[in-house]
């Protein structure tokens, strides 16, 4: 931006830095929608769309052929720009109607010169979206990533390989939602088995590591183990009767799954909190807590494969 209030500065397609005035009435580019489309283009914000139609190639105003090379999306509801397929955050038939969906987008290229826009999708998991919340959730996961922290999506549903028929799409791992934005867990970068029944995931919470960030195919693929290793795993074996910390897992009808240190299972019964709502405790999972185990239910020792019984930290126990 220019040190004039609401002059952006932005380079044309050709490389040369034009000025495009967002302030001043009467200009082209006057308003709110420009200095979105201008802010998009410089700090890469998202912003919302509409798909309006299909956008074919024309030659003087006249389609050459009867295949789209994309969609003409408004942004904000007011100015056209072309989302490619090759941009598109999901697959799209070429034959179906989308008209009048809901798009999150961010500026790809934009010339100052013709104002043509072209935008790249990020792909979202609602229609109706918070660009507040999207950009928000953004900037979270960027952080995540350069700093190694950690974020707190939850599941909405599974993902599948690709087959030419249904049983041999088996399962890759699971769509997880950040704030509305869509992201991807591998079941080998979770603690579920490729078995576990989807209905009893979804809504459940995770605590995750950012993986990694695929600009040019606009994913995110997330990991359960990287927080697991670092804020529990290394921590003393848990022993009867003394408080030890685990990471929540999972909600079912008849435990509560605690990821213990030293790879420890732990399992809340579900019969001793009896007039706790399950969407209560559904919202403990992706969590760090504080519990005591009571009772060794399982000890394999050549496999160390340990699993305890264990109940929450009364409140106010030290």
Same mark, same amino acid.
């Given at each position: 931006?220019?040190?004039?209030?609401? +002059?952006? !500065?932005?380079?044309?397609?050709?490389?040369?830095?034009?000025?495009?005035?967002?302030?001043? !009435?009467?200009?082209?580019?006057?308003?709110?929608?420009?200095?979105?489309?201008?802010?998009?283009? %410089?700090?890469? /914000?998202?912003?919302?769309? !509409?798909?309006?139609?299909?956008?074919?190639?024309?030659?003087?105003?006249?389609? $050459?052929?009867?295949?789209?090379?994309?969609?003409?999306? @408004?942004?904000?509801?007011?100015?056209?720009? &072309?989302?490619?397929?090759?941009?598109?955050?999901?697959?799209?038939?070429?034959?179906?109607?989308?008209?009048?969906?809901?798009?999150?987008?961010?500026? *790809?290229?934009?010339?100052?010169?013709?104002?043509?826009?072209?935008?790249?999708?990020?792909?979202? /998991?609602?229609?109706?979206?918070?660009?507040?919340?999207?950009?928000?959730?953004?900037?979270?996961?960027?952080?995540?990533?350069?700093?190694?922290?950690?974020?707190?999506? @939850? $599941?909405?549903? !599974?993902?599948?390989?690709?087959?030419?028929?249904?049983?041999?799409?088996?399962?890759?791992?699971?769509?997880?939602? +950040?704030?509305?934005?869509?992201?991807?867990?591998?079941?080998?970068?979770?603690?579920?088995?490729?078995?576990?029944?989807?209905?009893? %995931?979804?809504?459940?919470? +995770?605590?995750?590591?950012?993986? #990694?960030?695929?600009? #040019?195919?606009? @994913?995110?693929?997330?990991?359960?183990?990287? =927080?697991?290793?670092?804020?529990?795993?290394?921590?003393?074996?848990? %022993?009867?009767? *003394?408080? /030890? /910390?685990?990471?929540?897992?999972?909600?079912?009808?008849?435990?509560?799954?605690? %990821?213990?240190?030293?790879?420890?299972?732990?399992?809340? =019964?579900?019969?001793? &909190?009896?007039?706790?709502?399950?969407?209560?405790?559904?919202?403990?999972?992706?969590?760090? +807590?504080?519990?005591? =185990?009571?009772?060794?239910?399982?000890?394999? *020792?050549?496999?160390?494969?340990?699993?305890?019984?264990?109940? &929450?930290? =009364?409140?106010?126990?030290?």
């Amino acid at each position: 931006m220019s040190d004039q209030q609401g +002059i952006y !500065e932005i380079a044309n397609n050709e490389g040369m830095i034009c000025y495009v005035d967002t302030a001043t !009435e009467g200009k082209k580019t006057y308003g709110q929608d420009w200095v979105d489309v201008c802010e998009s283009t %410089l700090n890469c /914000t998202i912003l919302r769309g !509409e798909i309006e139609k299909y956008q074919y190639r024309t030659h003087e105003g006249e389609p $050459i052929d009867d295949q789209p090379t994309g969609f003409v999306v @408004t942004i904000n509801g007011n100015i056209e720009a &072309f989302l490619p397929f090759k941009l598109c955050g999901r697959f799209r038939e070429s034959d179906i109607n989308y008209d009048g969906d809901t798009v999150a987008v961010m500026v *790809e290229s934009f010339d100052p010169n013709s104002l043509s826009i072209i935008v790249r999708e990020i792909t979202i /998991t609602d229609q109706n979206i918070d660009i507040a919340l999207i950009n928000e959730a953004v900037d979270l996961i960027g952080q995540a990533y350069e700093d190694g922290k950690y974020i707190r999506g @939850t $599941i909405i549903a !599974e993902k599948k390989k690709w087959a030419d028929n249904e049983h041999d799409r088996k399962r890759a791992g699971f769509l997880v939602t +950040i704030n509305g934005i869509e992201a991807f867990l591998p079941v080998s970068m979770s603690f579920y088995s490729y078995g576990i029944d989807i209905s009893h %995931l979804i809504g459940t919470n +995770i605590m995750a590591g950012i993986e #990694e960030i695929n600009v #040019e195919k606009m @994913t995110i693929t997330l990991s359960m183990k990287a =927080p697991y290793e670092k804020l529990i795993s290394t921590k003393p074996l848990p %022993l009867k009767d *003394e408080v /030890t /910390t685990g990471l929540v897992t999972q909600v079912t009808p008849y435990n509560i799954y605690v %990821l213990l240190p030293q790879n420890v299972m732990g399992l809340i =019964p579900r019969y001793m &909190f009896p007039t706790v709502e399950h969407n209560d405790l559904l919202k403990l999972t992706g969590s760090l +807590i504080n519990c005591i =185990p009571f009772k060794v239910k399982r000890w394999d *020792e050549i496999n160390n494969d340990l699993c305890m019984l264990v109940s &929450f930290k =009364p409140e106010g126990n030290r």
